[in-house]
Structure formats: structure tokens, C-alpha cells
């Protein structure tokens, strides 16, 4: 076990753990964020996506010790009050069915924005193309990122 600081939606966090536990359950058991949810446990499902630095990653797979002194940010740093113009537009446009999946949609949606704000379709398919929905929301998300997209650049976010 090794004391390990973390920079975690902006505010620091000392963890006693092995450096090889995964970042998620660092998150959830040692931090008590619990928005990062547990999927797959291989990085093929997204659920997991936390952003690094501003890119998004499944935080399943990825030991913590190769995140320190790196930026972590959870769903539950994108915004207070769920604010966020893709947070916004998921309500807008209902993409939630079972809800499960959602942060870790909503998370790679905000990585793809902050990279390209003004994506296309084909753009928003590719980018969002390893995150699993089992309810099968794929039309409503796409919808709502398109969305977001366009508030963010008309200035109504």
C-alpha cells in the first residue's frame, strides 16, 4: 500500500492503496464518487470513461499510480447542478432509458466537444463508437450531441 496524491475535479486526494488498483475503484470505494460506474472490467464498454488530462479513458483498466500529478475529472466535475450543455441536452432530448451507461456517454461526448466542437454525424457515430448502450439510446445520443454542439456555439450553454 502506498500513499498516493490524486488530482480528482479539481481538489486533491490522498489514497492509501496498491498502485496497481484501478483507477475506477479508487474513484468509487476510496474516493466515494460513485458516477464512474463499473461495466466490463476490460475497457470495452465505456462505462467506466473519466477524462485524463481532457481525454477520455476507461478508468477499469488504468492503474492509478499512472495517474498522479495528472488532471482527473469524474461526471461529477463536469458541472454543479448539472449545468454542462451535453448534460443538458441528455434531458432534452430523453436519452436515458435505463440510465446506466450515461456518465461514461456523457463523458466521451464531452471529450469529442471540447476536441471538436462542431462534429458532424459520421463524426459523432466514430467518436462515441466504443460506448455501449444496451437499451439501445444510439439515435438519442447522437441527437443530443448535436445538440449540445450547436448551443455551444450559438452561446446558449
Request: aromatic content about 4%.
Amino acid at each position: 500500500m502506498n500513499q498516493i496524491k490524486l488530482n480528482i475535479n479539481n481538489e486533491v486526494v490522498e489514497v492509501q492503496v496498491d498502485p496497481s488498483t484501478p483507477l475506477l475503484w479508487v474513484i468509487r470505494d476510496f474516493v466515494g464518487l460513485k458516477g464512474t460506474k463499473f461495466g466490463c472490467g476490460i475497457a470495452q464498454c465505456g462505462a467506466c470513461t473519466v477524462h485524463l488530462d481532457g481525454q477520455a479513458v476507461r478508468s477499469c483498466v488504468l492503474p492509478v499510480a499512472a495517474v498522479v500529478n495528472k488532471k482527473i475529472t469524474t461526471i461529477e466535475g463536469i458541472s454543479e447542478n448539472n449545468a454542462h450543455p451535453v448534460q443538458k441536452a441528455w434531458v432534452e432530448h430523453q436519452v436515458p432509458q435505463c440510465g446506466y451507461c450515461q456518465s461514461g456517454q456523457i463523458m466521451s461526448a464531452v471529450a469529442l466537444l471540447d476536441k471538436n466542437p462542431s462534429p458532424n454525424s459520421t463524426e459523432v457515430v466514430a467518436a462515441m463508437q466504443g460506448n455501449i448502450c444496451r437499451c439501445g439510446t444510439y439515435n438519442r445520443i447522437k441527437k443530443a450531441i448535436l445538440s449540445a454542439s450547436k448551443d455551444m456555439s450559438d452561446g446558449t450553454n
